[in-house]
């Protein structure tokens, strides 16, 4: 029986086999940088991922799901943790700034706060990290998936798309750049104060 997990497992295993066998270079025209040439290879191949998530974010949270689990199938989940180790170098404070601005982002890109939930959390897991570190992660990741569901697109959370509705029936017209113009200071300001929260927290219990 052909699922829609085996069709989207497919299409990225696909995808990221070409991209090992054969890397590729975009070449872009840029204002002021003239032509540039992006490498896109398995260490940066799963950038793409995330813009097929935000894709499929379009078809539904079920979609988003089956993207997500299929990029674990195929071991880019596991790439996304060696990076998260990488840019942090285990550092508690510095996974949990990484992990809730990301997670603050995603859920504008990743079919809601619940895809940005489950994709986070899975890359955490794959990074196997310290007890305390992974507990500031997962505190820092509850913080940011609260603070993106009231972000920068409707979408960044299943609440967002129901008043969407609402004020659409009642006649009410917000465009998004509206919508993204009057959030962009208090969710910077709550990302900001959570986060701060966060780390205060974690150096007082392990500090």
Same mark, same amino acid.
């Given at each position: 029986?052909?699922?829609?997990?085996?069709?989207?497992?497919?299409?990225?295993?696909?995808?990221? *086999?070409?991209?090992? @066998?054969?890397?590729?270079?975009?070449?872009?025209? /840029?204002?002021? /940088?003239?032509?540039?040439? @992006? #490498?896109?290879?398995?260490?940066? $191949?799963?950038?793409?991922?995330?813009?097929?998530?935000?894709?499929?974010?379009?078809?539904?949270?079920?979609?988003?799901?089956?993207?997500?689990?299929?990029?674990?199938?195929?071991?880019?989940?596991?790439?996304?943790?060696?990076?998260?180790?990488?840019?942090?170098?285990? +550092?508690?404070?510095?996974?949990?700034?990484? @992990?809730?601005?990301?997670?603050?982002?995603?859920?504008? !890109?990743?079919?809601?706060?619940?895809?940005?939930?489950?994709?986070?959390? +899975?890359?955490?897991?794959?990074?196997?990290?310290?007890? #305390?570190?992974?507990?500031?992660?997962?505190i820092a990741l509850?913080?940011?998936?609260?603070?993106?569901?009231?972000?920068?697109?409707?979408? $960044?959370?299943?609440?967002?798309?129901?008043?969407k509705q609402i004020?659409?029936? +009642?006649?009410?017209n917000i465009k998004?750049?509206?919508?993204?113009?009057?959030?962009?200071? #208090?969710?910077?300001? *709550?990302?900001?104060?959570?986060?701060?929260?966060?780390?205060?927290? *974690?150096?007082? !219990?392990?500090?």
């Open positions: 029986m052909i699922t829609g997990f085996s069709i989207a497992t497919l299409i990225i295993f696909v995808i990221s *086999m070409i991209f090992v @066998i054969f890397p590729v270079h975009l070449p872009l025209r /840029l204002p002021y /940088l003239g032509f540039i040439r @992006i #490498p896109i290879n398995l260490t940066t $191949a799963p950038i793409f991922a995330i813009v097929v998530l935000w894709a499929a974010q379009c078809l539904g949270p079920r979609t988003v799901s089956i993207v997500i689990e299929a990029l674990e199938h195929q071991g880019w989940i596991e790439l996304f943790s060696v990076w998260l180790v990488n840019a942090t170098s285990r +550092k508690m404070h510095a996974v949990i700034w990484l @992990i809730g601005v990301l997670g603050v982002i995603l859920c504008n !890109l990743a079919g809601t706060n619940i895809g940005a939930t489950i994709l986070l959390t +899975k890359v955490v897991r794959a990074a196997a990290l310290d007890a #305390p570190v992974n507990r500031a992660a997962a509850a913080v940011a998936s609260n603070i993106g569901a009231v972000s920068f697109t409707y979408s $960044a959370s299943l609440a967002g798309l129901l008043w004020l659409e029936q +009642k006649g009410i998004q750049r509206t919508f993204a113009y009057w959030n962009l200071l #208090p969710v910077t300001m *709550m990302t900001i104060v959570g986060l701060v929260i966060v780390s205060a927290e *974690m150096a007082v !219990l392990y500090g």
